[in-house]
């Protein structure tokens, strides 16, 4: 039984790879979301995305569901982003 389930999560995210817009993730994990304000404020959505999956562990569908729907719900309070320091030292520009 737990090895039906095991597969049945793997089949669920087989089409994440695919995902390529914020739009694309909020259809495929069924978050029902504000068109306009994802239109313009995509990229802070993703992120806050990438910011909330390196939070937490998420290895099943509804795991992924969850945090797409958390980084929505920021983005939908107004959750701004600090400015984060980028660690290669390339420049001295950003």
């Known amino acids: 039984m737990l090895e039906n389930q095991a597969q049945s999560q793997v089949a669920d995210l087989?089409?994440?790879?695919e995902l390529a817009s914020a739009e694309d993730f909020?259809?495929?994990?069924?978050?029902?979301?504000?068109?306009?304000?994802v239109?313009?404020?995509?990229?802070?959505?993703m992120r806050l995305l990438k910011q909330v999956l390196a939070k937490q562990?998420?290895?099943?569908?509804?795991?992924?569901q969850a945090a797409v729907s958390k980084a929505y719900c920021?983005?939908?309070k107004g959750v701004v982003l600090?400015?984060?320091?980028?660690s290669c030292d390339a420049c001295e520009g950003c």
């Open 26 to 37: 909020l259809n495929y994990f069924g978050v029902n979301y504000q068109a306009g304000l």
């Open 82 to 86: 600090a400015h984060q320091v980028p």
């Open 57 to 64: 562990a998420s290895s099943s569908y509804s795991e992924y």
């Open 74 to 76: 920021l983005l939908e």
């Open 14 to 17: 087989a089409g994440i790879n």
């Open 39 to 45: 239109r313009v404020k995509r990229v802070l959505f």
